[in-house]
Every structure is written in C-alpha cells, then in structure tokens.
C-alpha cells in the first residue's frame, strides 16, 4: 500500500510544532564567555542539545551526547550508515525584530523565532521524517545517524569533534538550506585585517567604529563616535547620506563627541547583495572626512574596496566558475578604538578554480601601503557532488513526486554540514519562492512548510534505508 506522507505528518502536526517551540525558545548561542566544563560553548548550545536528545529518547530512539559538542539519534542496522546532519546552534538575534526572537509566535501561517529557518525548524521537520519512519515500521537496512552540532554558525567544532571521534558515515544530508538540493558548495575561508591605532595629526579624531556581529552575516547596525567636530557640523550632511541611501540613521552629541549611527539590512554572507552593510556605508561617509594615520586606512580601505562590491571587483580579484558562479565578498566585523587598534573580518566564498593564496594575495597588494597584518582563518575547500550520484537522484526524485516541480541541483556560497561527507549534499528545508530570512530580523518558517518538508524528508529517508 502507497503511504500516505503528508497524512503521516498531519497525524503529527501538533506533536512536531510543540516539539520545535520548545527548541525556539531555547537561546542557543554560543558564548564562550560564560563556558563550563561540560558546556564548551556556553550554556545555550549544551541546553538546546541536551533537549534535542531527550525529544529522540522519548521517542524510543539510543542517543548519544558527546563531550557537550555533538551528538547523535540512532536507528536501525546495516553495512551502511546514513548521516542527517543538523544543528541547535543560532545567530545572535541583532536588532530589528518585531516579536521576542526566542519566544516563537505563529502569525498569517509563518512561524517567527531566531531559528525557525535556521536550523531548528528544517532539523526538527528532518527527525519527524525519522520518526514517521520508525512509527511505521517500514524496512530499515541501513544505520541511521541523526547527528546534531552545536557550532555550526561559528567553526564547526561540535560536528569536526564528532567526526573526529565516531566512524564516519557513508553518504548522507544536511536539512540546512534549500529545496530541490543543493549539491555543491564553494569553498569559504575569512581574513582578518589587523589596523594599530594611530589618528596621526587630524582634526577630526576616529574615536570608536563598529559594525556587525558575526562574519558570516551582512551588518545591519553600526556605529562612529568622532572627536575633533561639532554636531552642526556633520549633522545636515549625515541627514542627506541617510536619505540618499537604502538606510536609516542619527547623528547626536555624546560625552562631548559625534555621534553616527547607521541602519542598514543583514542577510547571510552567501550572498551580501541581498543586504545592505551599515558599515561600509558609514566608512564611505566618514571617507568624506580629514581623517589621519590608522583611522584613515580604515575608512578608506572600507570605503575604496569594500562597499557594493562583494564581486571583489576593485581588489582586482572577480573569479567565476561555470559551474559553482562568483567568488564572493562578505564585510562581516569592523572594530577600531583609537587606544587598540582595528580590524577588519572579511568572509570569502570561493569556486573551484581558485584557493585561499589568491585572496591573500589581492588583500597584501591592496594594503601594502597600510600598517597592517592580515591573519587567515580556516578554510573549507569546495565541494561537489555529481548529478549522477543516488544519492542526488534518490533525492530529487522524492521532491519531484511530492511537489510535481521538476528538480535540478545546485550550487551556493553558503556552507553546510552536507561538506563533511564525500557522498553529502543539503536537501532543504526552504522552499522556492520563500522570502531567505535567516540571519535577519523577524526570521520565519512557513508552518505549511515546515509539514511539507517532513513528508519529504519522510519518504527520502525511507527510501535510502531500505
């Protein structure tokens, strides 16, 4: 008899909802500061996966925590084992939203929650597919890993830990991206550009700038005090920039100082057109500016090589692959204080056809006039996985019965678990056509969505273990 999928996941619907609030109302970001033993990461990621785990052992499932990093849900016996790769962990919330990020609230049909899209909603829907499978008892001949990482937004080090420490899988995927799959990934490596602090003899002093929180977002927010001019002085220029330009801001007077604030729009460092960096934008007004030593190096080289360019075009470093696109530009951090120094963290996504020597070598050419010292983060080389492959197929042919859209591969600049995996690839859960809001403000799911998706995954599942 033909299985009914989306039946099996309404008979759920309230069950998976209530289960996925609770992970949304966990604040599961990392930090650091505040670690302990048995939380590496801060205590939102351990609690988030501590729940996650207990959801799997309620549901008769083995699990497996390891060392507060990683862990897994485990079902099923074979020679083989398939991997579905998700993670707890979720960006800042930042500023902007209209609702409490971590109290999830259902409006017009959409879910809104700092990780709702990202990645707890797509993970959730991904083990009620598991779930489904395991409920039915239908034909399982291969193990099942539903393995969840903790630091996904940051370096990785839950999943590389796992990894690390358990067998490998032999093939498997990330519910962490979009619909139809999403079989090749381009390569991602960031540089930190390191600025000292001097504002030589200038007038006009850069006493403080800062801009975005994390690399691989596009900042919304930043901020410039200045010391050296008058509020009248800057404040009817700055009032003509802000409504020239796709952002909001004020200029005020604090502690004696100029005061700048910008607003732009985040979005997620795969593609930075889709948002709008506050703090290039601002660099590109202080520009304006008799700024001096340090303070003017950063300005300037904000402002000369950085805004609206993600393509890399005045660093004289535009790359395109025919198959894997752009390589592109993300201005994720800026931080000067004129007692410390500045940096800047740049986040590149790269094709196949070029490396990381590339990028360094543009970035050494454009400061080598600067006082400066660039470091190199980690790098995760592309990757790619053929058309051909069964997995790919097995996949596709899953969403193809259920939506009745044809479904073809494709390549992003985002990265996901799916990478860790020779044989790996993303498989959803966004739909097309549905607004990208993760990384911003007022990020959501679909409810629909979130039911569509874990038929999906239901039926993919069932067919790769059988």
């Not at 490596?189 to 850069?206: P, R, T």
């Amino acid at each position: 008899m033909a299985i009914d999928w989306q039946a099996e996941v309404a008979k759920r619907k309230d069950d998976l909802l209530n289960d996925l609030k609770t992970m949304l109302e966990i604040e599961s970001v990392r930090d650091e500061s505040i670690a302990t033993a048995d939380a590496p990461l801060g205590p939102g990621p351990k609690a988030a996966l501590d729940k996650f785990l207990e959801i799997g052992k309620r549901d008769g499932f083995e699990t497996m925590e390891l060392d507060g990093l990683a862990g897994h849900i485990a079902y099923g016996q074979g020679d083989e084992t398939l991997a579905i790769l998700g993670h707890v962990d979720v960006m800042p919330a930042g500023k902007g939203w209209d609702t409490d990020p971590f109290k999830p609230v259902i409006k017009d049909g959409r879910l809104y929650a700092r990780g709702a899209s990202d990645d707890k909603g797509p993970s959730m829907a991904a083990y009620y597919g598991l779930k489904i499978v395991k409920e039915l008892g239908l034909p399982v001949n291969k193990k099942v890993r539903f393995i969840l990482g903790t630091d996904e937004e940051s370096q990785w080090r839950g999943m590389s830990h796992y990894f690390e420490k358990m067998p490998a899988p032999d093939f498997g995927f990330s519910p962490d991206a979009f619909f139809p799959i999403i079989n090749g990934e381009k390569g991602n490596v960031s540089f930190f550009i390191n600025f000292a602090s001097s504002n030589g003899d200038a007038e006009v002093k850069l006493v403080h700038f800062e801009a975005g929180l994390r690399e691989n977002m596009v900042p919304r927010d930043a901020k410039a005090v200045l010391a050296g001019i008058k509020l009248e002085d800057v404040e009817a220029a700055f009032a003509d920039f802000v409504a020239a330009n796709p952002v909001s801001g004020q200029a005020y007077k604090e502690a004696g100082n100029v005061v700048l604030e910008l607003i732009g729009k985040a979005a997620h460092a795969q593609e930075p057109r889709n948002g709008e960096n506050a703090g290039t934008y601002l660099a590109t007004f202080l520009a304006n500016y008799n700024l001096a030593g340090d303070a003017k190096n950063f300005i300037e080289f904000t402002a000369k090589y950085l805004h609206k360019d993600s393509r890399m075009n005045a660093l004289g470093a535009t790359f395109s692959d025919e198959i894997m696109g752009d390589l592109t530009m993300n201005s994720g951090i800026f931080a000067f204080d004129e007692n410390k120094g500045g940096k800047i963290t740049l986040n590149f996504r790269f094709p196949k056809g070029m490396d990381e020597n590339d990028i360094k070598a543009s970035l050494t050419k454009a400061t080598a006039a600067m006082n400066v010292t660039i470091d190199q983060g980690r790098v995760q080389v592309p990757h790619y996985v053929s058309p051909e492959d069964p997995l790919v197929k097995t996949l596709l042919g899953v969403y193809e019965r259920q939506t009745g859209q044809e479904a073809h591969g494709m390549v992003v600049g985002g990265g996901t678990y799916g990478r860790l995996m020779k044989r790996g690839v993303a498989f959803g859960a966004m739909f097309p056509g549905v607004p990208d809001t993760m990384h911003q403000a007022n990020e959501f799911i679909p409810v629909d969505d979130v039911l569509r998706a874990a038929a999906i995954y239901a039926e993919a599942i069932a067919e790769l273990v059988k």
